[in-house]
């Protein structure tokens, strides 16, 4: 049965949390199959690598709607504008812009999968479509990687043994094509093409992209599939104590792992995955490749992203700050 949900029903709870639920006080409970609810139908629409963002995005969301509930029991179709406002309004207080919209965007996506199910309105969702996204920026996080830490990661692979082969091929891949976890694990051995050095990349939105692997990272793949073996499957797999390969796809929490080990191993501060992304783009910016080139290098949906890891633009503030003469500590 559908309860209408009305703007009185936003009640804080503990003057922090909204609850969206009738007067009651209690939460809707929906018995909707998995296949047809609007949550399960639109995590299934997406490409496994957003899945995992996504549901965390939601889990988000039902902590502020349903607090205590399964995101199964949240009542997505009852969502009104008024809720969305008071969603939107909430985030922007907690969240950075970009987390924020990223939140909202899961919002969306599980009321557009609701009214394809038939259970929510044309005019309901079009009002919360026009809900605008939280607007602000903040200083970027992570780091770029220097050509010294660089060479110290790959010396930090243990030589002659398959889990260092392995780990260096890894390490080319996300320096050398910028690519994101997800990307990396998602690789076959047949997206390998020998003859023309170049890697099939399955990105965001499905939208799949060539990498060019030349010079050192032709070479770390051709050293981690000499030990690998020809056998048809993932092109990285993970490596026992004993130095055994193991016929499975290595996870992307792995990757965080590994690459955290390889940065102790080596004596350097902390570096992520994604570190090799902004450093890759930004050596390529540097080395004078247009902006556009880079994108697509990349696999970035706008042009606008990919500025974001620009340094150029830090350096030539750096030095205007560095124009101006601050009287203090003369001798």
Not at 77 to 94: D, F, K, P, Q
């Amino acid at each position: 049965m559908r309860m209408p949900i009305l703007a009185a029903d936003l009640a804080p709870i503990s003057g922090s949390v909204i609850a969206l639920a009738p007067t009651s006080g209690s939460v809707i409970a929906l018995t909707l199959p998995k296949a047809t609810h609007p949550a399960a139908v639109y995590l299934a629409s997406l490409a496994v690598g957003s899945r995992r963002a996504m549901g965390q995005a939601l889990t988000v969301l039902r902590n502020l709607l349903a607090p205590g509930s399964a995101i199964a029991q949240v009542p997505w179709h009852l969502v009104r504008y008024e809720h969305a406002m008071a969603l939107r309004a909430r985030l922007s207080e907690t969240y950075a812009p970009a987390t924020a919209n990223k939140i909202l965007a899961a919002l969306r996506g599980v009321l557009r999968a609701a009214f394809g199910l038939g259970l929510a309105s044309a005019d309901d969702l079009q009002r919360i479509l026009a809900t605008k996204g939280v607007r602000g920026t903040r200083v970027r996080t992570g780091r770029a990687i220097g050509r010294v830490e660089l060479e110290k990661l790959f010396d930090a692979c243990s030589a002659d043994t398959a889990a260092g082969a392995r780990d260096a091929a890894l390490l080319a891949i996300l320096y050398g094509g910028g690519l994101r976890r997800s990307e990396v694990v998602g690789l076959d051995l047949a997206d390998f093409d020998v003859r023309e050095e170049t890697l099939l990349v399955r990105g965001k939105g499905n939208k799949h992209r060539v990498m060019f692997a030349t010079n050192g990272t032709r070479r770390a793949l051709a050293a981690w599939i000499g030990i690998r073996g020809d056998w048809p499957g993932p092109l990285f797999c993970p490596v026992t104590k004993l130095d055994t390969i193991v016929a499975r796809r290595l996870s992307s929490q792995a990757v965080l792992d590994l690459v955290g080990r390889l940065a102790d191993r080596a004596g350097l501060a902390h570096v992520s995955p994604h570190d090799f992304r902004r450093t890759f783009v930004g050596d390529l910016l540097d080395a004078g490749a247009d902006l556009a080139t880079v994108q697509r290098l990349a696999g970035h949906a706008s042009p606008d992203t990919t500025s974001r890891y620009d340094r150029r633009d830090d350096r030539a503030r750096r030095r205007a700050a560095e124009l101006l003469h601050i009287p203090f500590g003369r001798g």
